[in-house]
């Protein structure tokens, strides 16, 4: 994976535009330490950068960008991606292309292209993540896409000059005079000035509701062969344990398989686990069970209080949100103790909560049709939340982040499964034993007693939002230190600071202030996604509860069925809004 950075349409000065870019190119230099490369065309008016990061063939043969040389005009292309199929492309669909030269996963995209032009087939015959931006000398014409959920980050622009700009983070956008989200599972054909959606299952629309019945040994197989797919890896790769469900179940599987992989690094060795937490947090004890369980090679990271409120300004800058800072800032603290400890890669549990709906909150859904539209709201969203935090917190310090559960294959299945399976119901124990707690199918899919992945108060153990189950104090803290440096004429005055969004708790008062002062760019807020939440829900969830009325708190333990529920003292703010 890498930041990438495309320009197209430039005027001027051929060399200094190529400058002008490499400038630029050098805020993205956090997501790809180990090289920089550049493509410009000959008229100067195409400038194409990569910042990589060595993962897959980590040669000089796997540098971009990538360029296949034709009498009528070169194919160049630039891409963020971890393909993990495309040895299996190479062999079908590009039988008769020579691809030998690298063994990277990102050069099929311009063959595809080549063979097939600019149609969405190019994109539905890749299985993983990818953003990026192909040009075609020939046509004078550019191709930008990105992948179905929207894993890896991509940004577009447009400058005072008519230039149209793309870049992994906004960061890289600032100077234009317009910018935006590139939108998941779209690609944009200059030829035609068309964005259009290439990846359109049929979950995605909310007036389908699916009927089908759910079979939890098909839901153990997607999910075990998730993981094993995204143990392709030249560099060393590690796993993010909670010691939640999700993350406990991804480094049981990467434990199991690792050994019989064909592409990882290291492959016969332990693997190793990171973890994060204030001393003594729920996550740190859940974690070290796990790995006790596992047999891993762990690292028990620790933080403080005071190391996370340090770090704020920096996170709010990497993550370009006010959103999930709670969680993002043990992410941050953790990436950079796993590079330092010499690994590249991740493997986390993103996604499983937002398609199998593992949040508390979900408890309180008023009908299982409700429970499905809020996990396609989720799960659709999840670009502007979970997994923007999950990339751009790990690559702030140059760790790709890889998400199993958002398996293309996976999501396909779990989203079209009859959503009544899916409903939390505490009063009833299908099983005889456990509870239909969240997340119920997945637990069962892997509740075999005579081969254990996790110990049964893992496998079964209650759902801890990542900011929670770091350390209470970790939440309490921040929201207290908000409380001390948002002073009441501030605060009096949060309405015209501002008008867009203004802020319901002093927290996210601080939180805007360090966002608006990084990125002051008129378009830079409406990347922000906007609205009540409480436990991580969507604000169309909010009115399931008459007491969520005005509320925003994404803490866990803001919903009643939260064992530190009581006492947690969840209330909406006097700010006006009631």
């Known amino acids: 994976m890498c930041g990438i950075l495309a320009a197209l349409g430039l005027s001027g000065d051929p060399e200094a535009n190529r400058r002008r870019v490499l400038r630029v190119s050098r805020l993205l230099r956090h997501r790809g330490p180990d090289a920089t490369g550049v493509y410009a065309s000959a008229t100067g ?35 963020n991606s971890e393909i993990y199929n495309h040895e299996e492309v190479v062999k079908t669909d590009l039988a008769g292309y020579d691809t030998s030269w690298t063994t990277s996963d990102s050069v099929i995209l311009g063959y595809l292209y080549k063979k097939l032009g600019p149609v969405p087939e190019v994109f539905q015959k890749m299985d993983g993540i990818f953003c990026g931006v192909l040009y075609d000398e020939d046509m004078d014409q550019f191709l930008a896409f990105r992948d179905p959920i929207g894993i890896c980050p991509m940004y ?11 870049a992994s983070e906004m960061k890289a956008l600032q100077h234009c005079a317009e910018l935006d989200i590139f939108p998941p599972g779209h690609m944009y054909w200059s030829g035609t000035k068309e964005l259009q959606r290439w990846y359109n299952p049929s979950w995605l629309s909310m007036d389908v509701i699916p009927t089908q019945p759910t079979d939890l040994r098909h839901v153990k197989k997607l999910v075990i062969d998730a993981v094993k797919k995204r143990l392709m890896s030249d560099a060393p790769l590690a796993v993010l344990l909670s010691g939640g469900l999700d993350s406990s179940l991804v480094a049981s599987i990467a434990t199991r398989h690792i050994h019989d992989s064909a592409y990882t690094f290291r492959k016969n060795e332990k693997v190793h686990t990171f973890s994060i937490g204030v001393k003594g947090a729920p996550d740190l004890l859940a974690a070290r069970k796990v790995a006790d369980f596992l047999g891993t090679i762990h690292h028990e990271c620790h933080m403080t209080v005071e190391e996370g409120i340090d770090c704020l300004r920096d996170l709010v ?36 909560d937002e398609a199998l709906g593992g949040y508390l909150y979900f408890h309180k859904a008023p009908s299982a049709q409700e429970f499905h539209k809020e996990t396609v709201r989720k799960v659709t969203r999840l670009h502007q939340w979970d997994v923007l935090r999950a ?78 189950g770091v350390g209470y104090s970790w939440v309490d803290g921040l929201k207290n230190y908000a409380e ?45 996604p906007k609205g009540l939440s409480v436990a991580c829900s969507t604000p169309e969830a909010v009115c399931w509860d008459p007491a969520w009325a005005d509320l925003h708190e994404i803490s866990g333990r803001a919903v009643d069925v939260h064992a530190a529920a009581g006492g947690f003292g969840a209330v909406a703010e006097d700010n006006g809004f009631a």
């Open 317 to 352: 800058y990497h993550t370009e949100s006010y959103h999930q800072a709670r969680a993002s800032v043990p992410n941050y603290l953790l990436a950079r103790k796993i590079k330092a400890q010499g690994f590249k890669v991740v493997l986390s549990g993103e996604g499983a």
């Open 156 to 166: 577009w622009g447009r400058d005072r000059d008519g230039s149209v700009w793309f």
């Open 484 to 528: 001390k440096v948002v002073t009441d004429e501030m605060w009096g005055q949060r309405h015209a600071r501002f008008p867009d969004d203004p802020p319901r708790t002093r927290e996210y008062y601080l939180l805007q202030s360090l966002f608006e002062d990084h990125f002051p760019h008129p378009s830079a807020g409406a990347t922000v």
């Open 391 to 468: 990339n751009k917190a790990n690559f702030a310090w140059g760790v790709e982040v890889r998400v199993p559960f958002l398996d293309k294959d996976f999501l396909q299945y779990i989203m079209s499964v009859d959503p009544q399976d899916k409903v939390c119901d505490m009063s009833f124990k299908p099983d005889g034993v456990h509870p239909k707690m969240e997340k119920y199918i997945l637990r069962k899919a892997f509740d075999d007693p005579a081969h254990p992945y996790l110990p049964d108060s893992v496998l079964f153990r209650q759902k801890e939002q990542f900011s929670d």
């Open 45 to 79: 008016t195409v400038v194409l950068t990569h910042e990589r990061l060595n993962v897959i063939d980590p040669s000089d043969a796997g540098k971009q960008p990538f360029k296949i040389d034709r009498p009528e005009g070169d194919i160049a292309w630039v891409i």
